[in-house]
């Protein structure tokens, strides 16, 4: 009796697939093209997980497919199975393999990654050799290529705690600035505040994230005063030509300069904010072996050169 009842309530794996498919298409076509089945086959697949389940899991008209709160239950409860088991998958043909592959990092501009990133890549190819690593500069940094398996990690701005993300260590803590032209009333000075961008135009979003943009380039000053939005820009570099022409000034980071300079650009200190994180990110459902030794290492090498650098 008690074997037979477990028989009775127990889920094939393959049919808990084609109803999550299901589930997300609402199109019996749709899911048998997805998973290389014949329409008659997910529908008999579905009876007999409805047989086994006890109720309705959808329901099926001349018109449209949709799932019953049923329906709804069992996928809600099947997804985090679906990805606990793909990542056990995952994560032991990773451990069969070794570290090997394709690492892919994203830098949105250099000046995210921090002083310490070149040594952490360095170190990493030398202790796995089998794994190769390219980092890419990809303004704005768009989280989706994360998603979208464009990219496997990426060095991004605090905040970065999206749905379906895993956000590693922090990789920089750096102090503001602002980028003015040379002569600009404010080099003079020789500082800025937030309240003094009311005075002038920032770059437009030009598709950085939107928390990102909103922590970097507030819509007002402590006061309320608004702050003009000024040209979009499609790489790092574009920022310096309007700040050289005097159409923007630039909140930014002190690494900036580092990377990206300019003869008629230079630059002061930006008071009234804290320092700006950045960390590696990466999508959660996609983590592999190198991605785990990657951040890893680099939470490793970062304490490390924290506990080594003189305080005060």
């Not at 014949?38 to 099926?60: F, K, N």
């Not at 939005?229 to 002190?254: C, F, K, N």
């Amino acid at each position: 009796m008690e074997l037979m009842s477990a028989y009775n309530h127990r889920v094939e794996l393959r049919e808990a697939e084609i109803f999550l498919v299901l589930a997300e298409e609402l199109h019996f076509g749709r899911t048998a093209e997805r998973l290389y089945l014949t329409q008659p086959r997910v529908s008999q697949t579905l009876r007999t997980l409805e047989e086994r389940i006890g109720g309705r899991l959808v329901e099926r008209t001349t018109r449209r497919v949709r799932l019953t709160p049923l329906g709804e239950r069992l996928r809600d409860e099947l997804i985090p199975a679906q990805e606990q088991f793909r990542r056990a998958i995952r994560i032991t043909t990773d451990l069969a393999k070794g570290v090997s592959g394709v690492l892919r990092i994203c830098l949105p501009t250099y000046s995210m990654a921090g002083s310490s990133f070149t040594g952490i890549v360095r170190t990493f190819k030398n202790r796995y050799p089998d794994c190769q690593v390219t980092v890419t500069e990809d303004f704005a940094g768009d989280l989706a290529l994360l998603r979208k398996g464009t990219y496997d990690l990426m060095c991004h701005r605090v905040p970065a705690d999206e749905p379906g993300l895993s956000v590693g260590p922090i990789t920089s803590v750096d102090d503001r600035i602002l980028l003015v032209h040379t002569g600009h009333p404010l080099a003079e000075r020789g500082h800025a505040t937030v309240e003094d961008l009311a005075d002038y135009a920032v770059i437009s979003r030009s598709g950085i994230p939107q928390p990102t943009y909103d922590e970097s380039y507030p819509a007002t000053t402590p006061s309320g005063r608004p702050i003009r939005r000024g040209p979009e820009i499609t790489m790092s570099s574009d920022v310096l030509q309007l700040v050289a022409r005097g159409e923007v000034v630039h909140p930014t980071v002190a690494p900036f300069m580092d990377y990206y300079r300019h003869p008629d650009v230079t630059q002061v200190p930006l008071h009234g904010q804290p320092p700006v994180k950045s960390v590696l990110v990466w999508a959660t459902a996609r983590e592999n072996a190198a991605i785990r030794a990657f951040t890893a290492m680099a939470s490793d090498l970062l304490e490390k050169s924290a506990d080594t650098t003189p305080s005060g």
